[in-house]
């Protein structure tokens, strides 16, 4: 099945600095890809892995399960550790539940975790009735581009798969119930107006993670995909500080990227 335009993965090798980036639920990488070059551009090492299910029909989605989308960046993170000696996460709205579920299970294998806009829970009135009503309707509206920025378009279905819809539902649980375990450094991005994952979950991850050294920044001009939308750039940037911070060999590997392209 051929790929949606930009659904491509994203891997560039750089320095002993390594990042995991994790796109949503019905998105793909498109959604992150401008975040995952930033940080490549900066002489990381990054890999941006394409969901199972995703990026092609929504049809191939229905098929797959939240065990599915995390075995995937599961594997990404093992191969990622093989070849770094520091590794951090990063993820966007579901992207950001299985940063924070390979932090709980991986320990200090992870040195740090970035989250934009998190989910943690369903809160649609008809959630509970999922197990049931995804054997009588197949399918519901999408939610893909949810963007303030005039323009902004995320690559992702237009229809919502409620098979999938149900796993997401159960993955949600799964992780908020191993939040304890992380206790990673944790940078926590929020759009107070978001229209498909309310700002609610982010508290919500703040307030059970066991992390100490926490911090939020509010992205007052951004939707959902605040990666594509107006504060990008902030995304962009407060997470190569965040990393850089906790690993100071980044910078220095920026550095010398920098001085090797102004050479060339």
Same mark, same amino acid.
Request: with cysteine; aromatic share 6%.
């Given at each position: ?48 892995? %394409? ?77 509970? %009735? ?30 919502? &798969? ?24 944790? %940078? ?10 309310? &700002? ?18 509010? %992205? ?45």
């Amino acid at each position: 099945m051929p790929l949606l335009p930009g659904a491509e993965p994203f891997r560039r090798d750089g320095g002993e600095v390594g990042v995991l980036v994790c796109h949503g639920f019905t998105g793909s990488p498109q959604s992150v890809r401008p975040w995952a070059e930033h940080l490549a551009d900066r002489g990381l090492t990054v890999t941006l892995p %394409l969901l199972p299910g995703h990026g092609t029909r929504w049809q191939d989605m229905q098929v797959t399960t939240w065990q599915d989308w995390y075995a995937e960046v599961d594997r990404e993170l093992r191969a990622l550790t093989e070849r770094c000696s520091r590794v951090f996460v990063c993820g966007l709205s579901m992207g950001g539940a299985l940063a924070l579920r390979l932090a709980a299970k991986h320990g200090d294998a992870i040195s740090g975790v970035v989250v934009v806009n998190p989910g943690n829970k369903m809160h649609e009135a008809a959630a509970p %009735l999922l197990p049931v009503l995804r054997h009588v309707v197949r399918t519901t509206k999408g939610i893909a581009s949810d963007i303030a920025k005039p323009g902004g378009e995320e690559v992702g279905y237009d229809r919502v &798969p409620l098979h999938a819809a149900h796993s997401l539902r159960r993955f949600f649980r799964q992780v908020d119930s191993e939040l304890p375990r992380v206790t990673q450094p944790l %940078l926590v991005m929020t759009s107070p107006q978001d229209h498909v994952v309310p &700002p609610v979950d982010s508290e919500r991850i703040l307030s059970r993670v066991s992390s100490t050294d926490v911090r939020q920044t509010l %992205l007052e001009r951004s939707y959902h995909v605040a990666t594509l939308d107006h504060d990008a750039e902030r995304i962009f940037e407060d997470t190569f500080a965040f990393i850089s911070r906790l690993a100071p060999e980044a910078r220095a590997g920026a550095q010398e990227g920098a001085t090797a392209s102004g050479g060339a």
